[in-house]
Every structure is written in C-alpha cells, then in structure tokens.
C-alpha cells in the first residue's frame, strides 16, 4: 500500500524583511485510498502545504520530511514528483498559449509514463473522460486553459487527473468558482478516479459543500501554519455550523 508522509515540516517565504514563516510542525499521514480534508480560514498555510509537496520553488522546507512510499519527496525535482505519482490540481489553473489541450494532455501522459500511449486507444480515453466530464468535444482542440470559464479550467484539471492516474493527488480549493452543476461534475471525476486506482486524496477546501460529494475519511482543521484539530467526517459539520472563531487567535500568515 502506498503512503505519503509529512513529519513536522516547516515551510517559509522571502520577503522583503526577511524569510516568514508559513507552515509551522505539519504532520500528516496519507494512505492509499484515504480521503484527508484540509480546512481552514484564509491565510493559514493550506496553499502552501499543497505547492510545498508539488515542489514551487517559492517555498524554502526549513525543516522536516516529505516522503513517498519511503523516497524522499524533497530530494526531487517537480518532473520527478509527477512520475513518482504526484499530482496537483491548482486553485488558478495557468493558460498555456499555443498548446492544444490534446496535445497537452498526451505530452503529459508520456512523460509520465515513459512511452506514448497508441493513439487510437488515446483517442477513446480522450473521449470518455471529456464525456464523463460533460465537456464539448470542440474542447480538445483549444488552447489549455486560454479563454475557459472557471469550470471548464477544474473540468481539465480533473481529466488530467483521471488520465494520468497518479497514486496522491492534491486538490487546492478545487470548488472554488464553481456553481452546483459543475461542481457535481468535478467530484464526481474525483470520485471515479479514486475507485478505479485507489488514489489517496488531499482535499484544501474553505467550505464543506464539496464534502456533500466527496466524502472524506479524515478532517484536520488548519491555523497558523498547523493542524489545530483532526477528526472525521463530523468535524467538518461542526465547523459549517461553528465556522473557524474559536481557533483563532488573532494571528494570520500569507
């Protein structure tokens, strides 16, 4: 069974005063298949913990470990977390000018994989995901990301991610920006991808509608650059009802 595991990691930024600390002592187990969600009030590191793992340069680890089924998450490259079987789904996907979302998507695949998929099977997976995804077929000719809507840019972050089939994906406040109907479509492409690979999931989410759909295993409450609270699927409901007052002190980081 694969695992990932954070161990008291510390994570700052440059600034112009010096470096400020964002991630302060995170721990954090995920196995395969699990569902851990991350809540939180804005500012309290959730972003940073998700471009931590997927390696943004922006970030400086002070001090503990990321590790992947006991390799050294740290010690790789960004390409080489992806063929690990890593995968990140931004908050504000990038539009990339003059890549077609097909040619895009099969790049990707064969990087990963070390080989090209065969076209004609390509083609069809092409085809059921965007289906799946409830995307116009017209959609695979266009540019990535370049003009789409809010939820046709978490639609392709989702086909990504049922196409590449990594082991952990972080999904950073997938439902930001999306209405209802959207919003079924998207975590029912998370759903589908987990029960047909096993993926093991971290969830960044303010809100709790989109655990009405995803339901996770596991809930851990993050303030000032730590886990405040864990529990299960109860806590989030106690935070929608509650919201964050009662953990916060005053203090607020980027």
Not at 202 to 214: P, Q, V
Request: glycine share 10%; no cysteine; aromatic share 6%.
């Amino acid at each position: 069974m694969s695992v990932l595991e954070i161990r008291d990691l510390q994570v700052s930024i440059a600034t112009d005063s010096g470096p400020k600390p964002i991630l302060k002592g995170v721990d954090l187990t995920i196995n395969e298949g699990e569902i851990h969600a991350v809540m939180g009030p804005n500012g309290s590191g959730k972003s940073t913990l998700a471009y931590t793992i997927a390696g943004h340069p922006r970030y400086q680890v002070d001090g503990g470990t990321i590790t992947l089924d006991g390799e050294d998450v740290l010690a790789m490259s960004v390409d080489e977390r992806a063929r690990a079987g890593m995968f990140l789904a931004m908050q504000y996907p990038v539009e990339i000018p003059g890549v077609t979302v097909s040619n895009f998507l099969r790049t990707a695949k064969t990087a990963i994989d070390g080989e090209a998929p065969p076209i004609r099977s390509w083609i069809k997976d092409l085809r059921t995901h965007m289906t799946d995804l409830r995307m116009d077929p017209t959609f695979a000719e266009r540019n990535v990301n370049e003009g789409f809507s809010g939820g046709e840019k978490k639609r392709h972050e989702i086909m990504q991610l049922e196409l590449l089939k990594p082991k952990f994906a972080v999904l950073d406040e997938t439902d930001s920006g999306l209405d209802v109907d959207a919003l079924k479509v998207v975590s029912e492409g998370v759903n589908r991808a987990k029960a047909s690979t096993g993926l093991g999931i971290l969830l960044i989410t303010h809100y709790t509608r989109i655990l009405r759909y995803i339901h996770p295993d596991f809930v851990h409450v993050f303030v000032d650059g730590r886990i405040a609270e864990e529990g299960g699927p109860e806590l989030a409901e106690r935070l929608e009802e509650e919201g964050y007052d009662r953990y916060l002190n005053g203090t607020s980081v980027g």
